[in-house]
Every structure is written in C-alpha cells, then in structure tokens.
C-alpha cells in the first residue's frame, strides 16, 4: 500500500524467489534481537538461508560467491554510492552489484532479466542538489557501462535505460544559475 511499509516490502523480497538481491536496508530483513528493525521478530536472512541464498554483507564477501542464489545487503539504510575507487571494503559501487548479477545470472542459458535502479539520482535531484545529481548520474553511467559490455560480448542482451520521471532540470537550472540567479 506504501513505498513505506518497509517490512511488508522486506517480506515480499524473500518470498519473490529472484536469484540475485543486493543493495541495502537489510534492517527490514532482521528481528530487534538480532540489531534490526522487524516488529515481528522474523528473521528473514535466516529464512532465505534456508531456501539457498546465499547471504553476504560486504564486497569481498560478494565477490567471492561464484554461483546460486545471492542476497547481498550491505548497510541498514540507503547504500552510500561509493566511487569506485573507495577502498573501505563494505559497500559495492551500483557497477559492481551490476557486474556480479550479470555474472551469476548469465550462466542461465534460458537467459535473464535484471533490474538495476540508481535511486539516489531521484532523490538528489528532488531536493536539487546538482553536485550530488551529477555524482548519482555518473554512478548509474558505470553499472550502464557494466550492463553495456556484457551486452556487447554476449550479442544477445537487450539494455533498456529508462526513467519513471524527471526531477531536476539539470540543464534548466544551469542556464539560471549562468544568469546569476542562486539556486536553493
């Protein structure tokens, strides 16, 4: 009913039965007993253990699965979209969640879909902070990259780039600013 029924969303995810989920929020996923955030004291990792995920919660970890079913959550929150020349060794950059996916599902000779989402460009530009827009943008460019070069040594992959919306007018509120206008 909500983008904000984060346990109802978390419980969805474990059931869904995709071979690969990475990214963050993995409070959703864990009771308060075990340092998360579920009223119902479900432990969903546990559950998906159960049913051959593998769960992992760090780069190296990541890298290191070579086949199966994958769930990678790496922070309690939003990831921080790192660049890839962050070296902290937690959180992976969006191209390197892109490149393990498409490694772990292009072993699949019925093929695959794969949905990545570089959702910080919305909300950055929805508070128009052009700097980090840009840095989003720039981040999302590499997993494309990523998705681009399996597509072009495979020769049979489809890339879709799409939008739901627009929300900063990044080249509207450029020409402005080059009129002295100050943005908010």
Partial sequence: KSRKDYEL??????????????????????????GGARTDNKNLLKEMENNQYTVVKNISQMNSVKS???????????????????????EPTLA???????????????????MVEG???DKV?????????????????????AALEFAEQDGQTLVIVTADHETGGLNLAEATRSKGNKQP
Avoid: R, W
């Avoid at 969303?9 to 075990?34: H, M, R, T, W």
């Fill in 9 to 34: 969303i978390a419980e969805d995810i474990s059931k869904c039965n995709a071979e690969v989920i990475l990214g963050g929020g993995y409070q959703y996923f864990l009771p308060k007993s075990k």
């Fill in 68 to 90: 199966g079913k994958l769930v990678g959550l790496f922070k309690s929150g939003t990831l921080s979209t790192p660049y890839p020349e962050d070296k902290t060794g937690v």
């Fill in 96 to 114: 390197q969640m892109t490149s393990k996916a498409i490694e772990l599902l292009s072993s699949n000779t019925n093929g695959f879909v794969l």
């Fill in 119 to 121: 959702s910080k460009i």
């Fill in 125 to 145: 530009a929805h508070g128009n902070n052009q700097d980090n827009m840009m840095k989003e943008t720039l981040l999302f460019d590499y997993a494309v990259k």
